[in-house]
Nanobody, 121 residues
């Protein structure tokens, strides 16, 4: 599975951006899709995730501002709508997908290239 993230950029506080992650390759069995972010010098952290059925989960620091969605067509894509951006949202955002393995409960995880989001005050 190959992932390509895009949509990052520079925006003023209070603004919006929409991130897009395009999946290609062996995408048929992708179930979990997620967005993470990382600030230089800090650990990568989960922002939001979405299952095949559309169940979502959000980190507390983005609840009510960010919305994750997905496209379950052949080439599965995921989106992150970010509203009410704050300077502390500045980070490199990565998409992440999981493909179930033969052993129940285990997945292979794949990472895309990051896209930089910069929020100015």
């Amino acid at each position: 599975v190959q992932l390509q993230a895009s949509g990052g950029g520079m925006v003023q506080a209070g603004g919006s951006l929409r991130l897009f992650c395009s999946a290609s390759g062996s995408t048929l069995d992708i179930d979990m899709m997620a967005w993470y972010r990382q600030v230089q010098g800090k650990q990568r952290e989960l922002v939001a995730s979405i299952t095949t059925k559309g169940n979502t989960d959000y980190a507390d620091f983005v609840k009510g501002r960010f919305t994750i969605s997905r496209d379950n067509s052949r080439n599965k894509n995921t989106y992150l709508q970010m509203n009410g951006l704050k300077p502390e949202d500045t980070a490199v955002y990565y998409c992440n997908v999981g493909v179930p393995r033969a052993v129940a409960g285990l997945r292979n995880w794949y990472w895309g290239s990051g896209t930089l989001v910069t929020v100015s005050s």
